[in-house]
Structure formats: C-alpha cells, structure tokens
C-alpha cells in the first residue's frame, strides 16, 4: 500500500512539475547551480540566460506563473499557432470572401 502511494505522488509530481522544455527528473538531477534572480523596486525580474535558454523565451516572450502546492511553476506563454488548429469547428457550410466582408463591416459599425 505504502509503496503504491509512492508511486503515485512520484506519478503525480513528474505530470505537473514541468519546467519548461526540460523534465521534472532532469531539473532534480541537473548538477547546474540553482539560477537565482533580484526583484527590482519596480516588481521585475530578469531572467538568467539559463533559465532563458531552457524555457525557449526570448525577449518579447511571456511567462507564466502557476501557483502549486510546491510553490510556483514558470512556464513559457508561448505557444505555437499551429496548436489552435481545430479549435473551433468547421463551418456547416463554406463561407463566401463577401459574408466575411459583410460581418467585418458589421462589427466595425458596432464599435
């Protein structure tokens, strides 16, 4: 039993301690010394060019930061469009450059 309950927080632990591009385990084992950052009087940071380099930002990039019971996880916000693709469904049928026209001109009415 005890050993099952290991396994699964260890399960558990390696799906949402994602750092970035690089995995829970390798974060663990990585003998590269903890990257460390200063908060400004403003509130900002910057980012070590480590950190950088294993999340994949770049400047202009966004970061997120998701609050777990371990603390926070920083995540890249970037993502690449193609992930949006087939988001939405298809259309029942096709629509027309000039219903699109159309609903364009509509919403520019509205504003």
């Not at 994949?56 to 992930?83: C, M, N, Q, W, Y």
């Not at 949006?84 to 027309?96: C, E, S």
């Amino acid at each position: 039993m005890g050993l099952r309950i290991l396994c699964a927080i260890e399960l558990f632990v390696q799906m949402f301690l994602t750092l970035g591009k690089i995995s829970y385990l390798e974060a663990i084992y990585t003998r590269d010394p903890m990257a460390t950052a200063t908060i400004t009087s403003k509130g900002q940071i910057t980012l070590p060019k480590s950190v950088r380099t294993k999340l994949g930002v770049e400047p202009g990039h966004r970061v997120e930061f998701i609050e777990t019971d371990a603390g926070f996880l920083v995540k890249s916000a970037t993502r690449d469009i193609r992930a949006l693709k087939g988001i939405l469904p298809k259309p029942r049928r096709p629509v027309t450059i000039e219903a699109m026209n159309r609903s364009l001109a509509r919403m520019g009415r509205v504003r």
